[in-house]
């Protein structure tokens, strides 16, 4: 979700989230588990490339994805109602409420510590938009408030989003997210069954406990200690759902949606997307001999890096399994290799090497280099990161290569990481984030075919020890602040 945010484009988000519907469709799926609309305030948490941005305004601004997947909510619909617009649109999911992006060091499913004025106008503004828009679901967060788990908060997720924010659309819970009300999960489950619900989760998902919460709820109803009407609550909600989707009358796949799997629309999409997404942050020593864009018509140029003829790497996590896959054999796509190759003029010789040697490089005679290097495939708490350095050999890589020819510095990551000591022996910076199966994208602006245009969604700091820290803080001394990022001309 990073990349959408750099271009502060909600049009483009809105059109993303119309293909995605039609993709989802096509499979069967009625639902998509998006928007992640967490405010991240700290990069060192694992989930933070699932944030639009630190700033709560941007968030509210890329909501507008819930129009895409579920449609243009008619106007004087009532507040909080869910809405989807046709058998091509899919229900979404605002998550995860509320607080899940400012965890203590950025720990996943850990405790946010803040003040209620301080949740209400960093974490929860973009909720009002997400319900204002209609949309059909909200998803609980692992995370606590000031010590109390989100799964068993009845002051927010009953007194707060249903009452006070009139949501209509029905509350679930994250993957075994009730298990974890206790430590260590599951250790007392029917208090966590009784507590969730009560607080007002409406389904549960999990998969290997379904027969004990089924007879843990039917005891606890049978005994008056879950009201019957808390039950009618959650199948109200739920029913409403489904038939606002339509899913009795329409339960199975439309195969003429086949079509639109993966079709070249929607990579054309995603290009576009990636083009508006990445971030110039360095150009030259100044503005009057820059570095970019490159030349295509040259003798002989060195593409090196881990992370240059890598899909799976450029894809990161949440693909085709949950943690992501390194390698080419994932998907059908183009690395940021390809790109380059199709973008230069035929005569231009490209030399790849992931890693190569300082001697290679001295006497290699290259007129330029592009070195992509970055973080390896992570998700959830697998990524909790809390030094941020790029991880070997992309250092490595960047020394041998830039030490000795002009030199481009292509970073793939799900959020900014350490580089201000490298930064004089870089004549070009780009932070691409994860531009998907699209290397194409990348191509298109180093080469000039299209001008650097994205703005950085968050705070690039200049040491760890500072974090966290986002603009209106008053240590604020950041590398690029908040916002920041150069811009081209095609040519």
């Known amino acids: 979700m990073i990349e959408s945010s750099c271009c502060r484009d909600s049009d483009l988000v809105k059109r993303i989230g119309a293909a995605t519907a039609l993709e989802v469709r096509a499979t069967g799926i009625p639902y998509a588990f998006s928007p992640c609309i967490a405010v991240c305030r700290d990069p060192r948490w694992g989930r933070c490339y699932e944030s639009f941005s630190e700033d709560p305004r941007v968030v509210?601004?890329?909501?507008?994805?819930?129009?895409?997947?579920?449609?243009?909510?008619?106007?004087?619909?009532?507040?909080?109602?869910?809405?989807?617009?046709?058998?091509?649109?899919?229900?979404?999911?605002?998550?995860?409420?509320?607080?899940?992006?400012?965890?203590?060091?950025?720990?996943?499913?850990?405790?946010?510590?803040i003040d209620w004025d301080g949740l209400?106008?960093?974490?929860?503004?973009?909720?009002?938009?997400?319900?204002?828009?209609?949309?059909?679901?909200?998803?609980?967060?692992?995370?606590?408030?000031?010590?109390?788990?989100?799964?068993?908060?009845?002051?927010?997720?009953?007194?707060?989003?249903?009452?006070?924010?009139?949501?209509?659309?029905?509350?679930?819970?994250?993957?075994?997210?009730?298990?974890?009300?206790?430590?260590?999960?599951?250790?007392?489950y029917t208090y966590s069954v009784q507590a969730a619900i009560q607080a007002g989760i409406d389904m549960i998902m999990g998969i290997y406990s379904y027969k004990d919460f089924i007879d843990i709820v039917t005891s606890l109803v049978n005994k008056n200690i879950i009201s019957m009407s808390r039950i009618d609550d959650a199948v109200r909600r739920i029913l409403r759902v489904k038939f606002t989707v339509g899913l009795f009358e329409n339960p199975l796949a439309d195969l003429r949606l086949v079509d639109h799997l993966g079709k070249q629309a929607h990579r054309d999409l995603a290009r576009e997307a990636v083009r508006k997404s990445l971030v110039l942050l360095k150009n030259g020593?100044?503005?009057?001999?820059?570095?970019?864009?490159?030349?295509?018509?040259?003798?002989?140029?060195?593409?090196?890096?881990?992370?240059?003829?890598?899909?799976?790497?450029?894809?990161?996590?949440?693909?085709?399994?949950?943690?992501?896959?390194t390698g080419n054999n994932l998907t059908t796509g183009t690395t940021i290799l390809g790109g380059i190759s199709n973008a230069v003029d035929p005569s231009t010789d490209i030399i790849y090497s992931e890693n190569p040697n300082a001697e290679f490089v001295k006497s290699s005679n290259f007129s330029y280099a592009i070195v992509v290097v970055g973080e390896m495939p992570y998700a959830e708490y697998d990524g909790d990161n809390m030094n941020l350095t790029i991880p070997e050999p992309g250092l490595s890589t960047i020394n041998n290569v830039c030490e000795s020819v002009m030199c481009v510095v292509v970073l793939i990551s799900g959020r900014p990481l350490?580089?201000?000591?490298?930064?004089?022996?870089?004549?070009?910076?780009?932070?691409?984030?994860?531009?998907?199966?699209?290397?194409?994208?990348?191509?298109?602006?180093?080469?000039?075919?299209?001008?650097?245009?994205?703005?950085?969604?968050?705070?690039?700091?200049?040491?760890v020890e500072q974090l966290p820290m986002n603009v209106g803080d008053p240590h604020y001394d950041p590398l690029f602040p908040i916002g920041f990022g150069l811009t081209t001309q095609a040519t």
Request: hydrophobic share 35%; proline share 6%.
């Open 60 to 113: 509210q601004e890329m909501t507008e994805i819930i129009v895409g997947l579920q449609g243009e909510i008619p106007r004087n619909s009532r507040k909080g109602v869910p809405y989807i617009g046709g058998k091509d649109k899919v229900l979404a999911c605002a998550k995860h409420f509320v607080g899940d992006g400012g965890t203590i060091n950025g720990i996943d499913e850990n405790n946010t510590v």
């Open 418 to 463: 350490v580089i201000e000591p490298y930064l004089p022996s870089i004549d070009a910076f780009v932070a691409a984030w994860l531009p998907g199966t699209e290397g194409q994208g990348v191509a298109d602006l180093l080469f000039g075919d299209y001008g650097f245009t994205g703005k950085l969604p968050r705070t690039w700091f200049r040491t």
């Open 285 to 325: 020593e100044s503005a009057d001999s820059p570095s970019l864009p490159l030349p295509k018509n040259t003798s002989r140029i060195l593409v090196a890096g881990t992370h240059a003829n890598n899909l799976g790497n450029q894809c990161g996590g949440w693909t085709s399994t949950w943690q992501g896959v």
């Open 120 to 188: 209400l106008s960093i974490h929860m503004p973009a909720y009002y938009n997400s319900i204002i828009k209609g949309v059909s679901t909200v998803m609980v967060s692992y995370s606590s408030w000031n010590g109390m788990k989100m799964h068993a908060n009845h002051d927010l997720v009953t007194g707060f989003l249903k009452n006070t924010l009139k949501f209509r659309g029905f509350v679930i819970s994250d993957y075994e997210g009730i298990d974890k009300i206790t430590s260590p999960p599951r250790e007392n």
